[in-house]
Structures are given as structure tokens and as C-alpha cells.
């Protein structure tokens, strides 16, 4: 039969525009969290991660906000560039290892001229 | 330094079949995790290898098995194809956590696996 792929959710901005990228987790005792970017083509590229001592880490032109106690997770992209435009995953050590990460389904980013 | 290398980078085979995928991870990272994509369940983890020991396990079937060497590179093969097996499978190399290092994993571009 045909098979149902996720329905993935899309955010459109336009070039030079903030972006925020939302993620609910699912396991109230992950403690290691990972933004990864995958291009067409391409395997995930590591973005930036947070441990659950903290609510906030930034890097270079994103910041990762983390509440623990909705267990929701964000990446907020600055002056988004059409380079940015990919697929953003939110990871999880949910099996309690970070060798072992849970993915949620991934949101595409399109980046507009 | 180079990245994580995967070969071959796609492969076609028919039901049945066995195969195997080869994973080279970034120099001096001893733990490969192994991941597999596809359209319907998005990216779920297989299982992990350190130093030659698979330390954690995703729930797949037996039929998917992998192994690592003494140098770190990691192999997963999978027995008895099913066109459900068709997937990017990914693998990912870290350094373990000790003093001073990391455990964040980089991942490879992956083999595209067609199953017919």
C-alpha cells in the first residue's frame, strides 16, 4: 500500500527575518538536547545542544531555550539567511544515553530572497 | 579533520537479499550509533557501538545487527530484506565523555538503501 510520511511542519521567512523553531519533547527525564539541520541530501548537522542545568545557550546566530517544565524546546535563528532553508530536528536522550537520541519529526525551514 | 564517511552511498537490492553498510567514523571518536530514516517514522536510532561492545539497542528486529572493530569503524548489515528497509541509513560518531571531551554526535551523509 502507499505509505503516509510524517506531515512535517513548515515555517516560511523571509531573508534577513528572526526564526523560531518550536519542539515539544516527550521524556520528562531527558536531560541532553540537540538541534541538528539536514539539507537535502545531506545527514544532520549538530547546531547546538543544552544540557537541562540550564534554559538558554547561544552560539552563533542561534540561541536554544529550553523549558523543562512544559517540556518544550526552541531554536531561534538570527537574521535567517536562505542558506538556513533545511529540515530542523529536535533530539532527545530520552533512552538515558546520549548515544541513544530521540528525534521528533523534524520542521522545514524555507527562507525566502 | 575529516568527517564521518559512509559507503556505498546508495545501494539497490531486492528482497531477501542481505547487506551491509560500512561507517568510518571522525578520527579519535571511539562510539558510532546507527540511525535509520525514512518518510514515514522519521530518524530512529538502531544501536550504539563502543569500543567493539554495542551498549545500547533501538527496538528493531534481529534481522539488523552491526559489529565495530578495533579501529572504531562500524558495520551494520541487515539479513532477509523487506521493502519496508528501504531508508537513508545514518550513522553518527561521538567521543565518550571523559575529561575535557564531548558526547556530541556528528553524523555521516548517510546510504540511501532501495529495497526491491
Known amino acids: 500500500g502507499e505509505s503516509v510520511g510524517l506531515h512535517l511542519p513548515t515555517l516560511s521567512v523571509q531573508e534577513g527575518d528572526n526564526s523560531i523553531i518550536n519542539c515539544a519533547y516527550s521524556n520528562s527525564a531527558s536531560d541532553y538536547f540537540i538541534w541538528y539541520k539536514q539539507e537535502s541530501g545531506k545527514g544532520p548537522q549538530f547546531i547546538i545542544d543544552i544540557r537541562s542545568n540550564m534554559d538558554k545557550r547561544q552560539g552563533q546566530r542561534v540561541t536554544v531555550l529550553l523549558n523543562k517544565t512544559v517540556k518544550h524546546l526552541s531554536l531561534q535563528i538570527a537574521a535567517t539567511q536562505p542558506g538556513d532553508s533545511a529540515v530542523y530536528f529536535c533530539a532527545e536522550n530520552s533512552g538515558g544515553s546520549n548515544y541513544k537520541l530521540t528525534f521528533g519529526k523534524g520542521t522545514l525551514l524555507t527562507v525566502n530572497p | 579533520k575529516a568527517g564521518v564517511t559512509q559507503t556505498p552511498r546508495y545501494l539497490i537490492k531486492t528482497r531477501g537479499q542481505q547487506v551491509t553498510l560500512s561507517c568510518s567514523p571522525i578520527s579519535g571518536h571511539r562510539s558510532v550509533s546507527w540511525y535509520q530514516q525514512t518518510p514515514g517514522q522519521g530518524l530512529q536510532f538502531l544501536f550504539e557501538?563502543?569500543?567493539?561492545?554495542?551498549?545500547n539497542k533501538g527496538n528493531f528486529p534481529g534481522r539488523f545487527s552491526g559489529r565495530q572493530f578495533s579501529n572504531s569503524r562500524s558495520e551494520m548489515n541487515v539479513s532477509t530484506l523487506e521493502l519496508g528497509d528501504s531508508a537513508l541509513y545514518l550513522c553518527?560518531?561521538?567521543?565518550?565523555?571523559?575529561?575535557?571531551?564531548?558526547?556530541?554526535?556528528?553524523f555521516g551523509p548517510g546510504t540511501r538503501l532501495t529495497v526491491l
Open positions: 557501538y563502543f569500543s567493539e561492545t554495542q551498549r
Open positions: 553518527a560518531s561521538s567521543l565518550p565523555l571523559t575529561s575535557g571531551s564531548t558526547d556530541t554526535q556528528y
